[in-house]
Nanobody
Framework: QVQLVESGGGLAQPGGSLRLSCAAS????????MGWYRQAPGNQRELVAT???????NYADSVKGRFTISRHNVKNTIYLQMDSLKPEDTADYYC???????????????WGKGTQVTVSS
């Protein structure tokens, strides 16, 4: 009923930038908290950044000052601007969202399929 589709991953050099996007689509009544998580090979999935519908943000310490999360509520889309990239930012990045489906009184948590980010010279 709901799909989260990420885009914008790829290869960047250390110190470079990438911008990720995630669009929610489907039978949506409302989209609430959204966020980005990442998982590097052999590691657990970890929080990168989250943003509420009102725009309150939260960042992992490892990305503070380098990454910026933003959202467009009308488009049900979030973005992750990643600057000053480091090799340790290499991971699969996943979009997450709390979504209220049409004709449902509750929210359900959804995940995207992920987009790969590689930081290497």
């Amino acid at each position: 009923q709901v799909q989260l589709v990420e885009s914008g991953g790829g290869l960047a050099q250390p110190g470079g930038s990438l911008r990720l996007s995630c669009a929610a689509s489907g039978r949506i009544s409302g989209v609430y908290a959204m966020g980005w998580y990442r998982q590097a090979p052999g590691n657990q999935r970890e929080l990168v950044a989250t943003i509420t519908k009102r725009g309150t943000t939260n960042y992992a310490d490892s990305v503070k000052g380098r990454f910026t999360i933003s959202r467009h509520n009308v488009k049900n889309t979030i973005y992750l601007q990643m600057d000053s990239l480091k090799p340790e930012d290499t991971a699969d990045y996943y979009c997450n969202a709390d979504v209220q489906v049409m004709n449902s009184p509750r929210t359900t948590n959804y995940w995207g399929k992920g987009t790969q980010v590689t930081v290497s010279s």
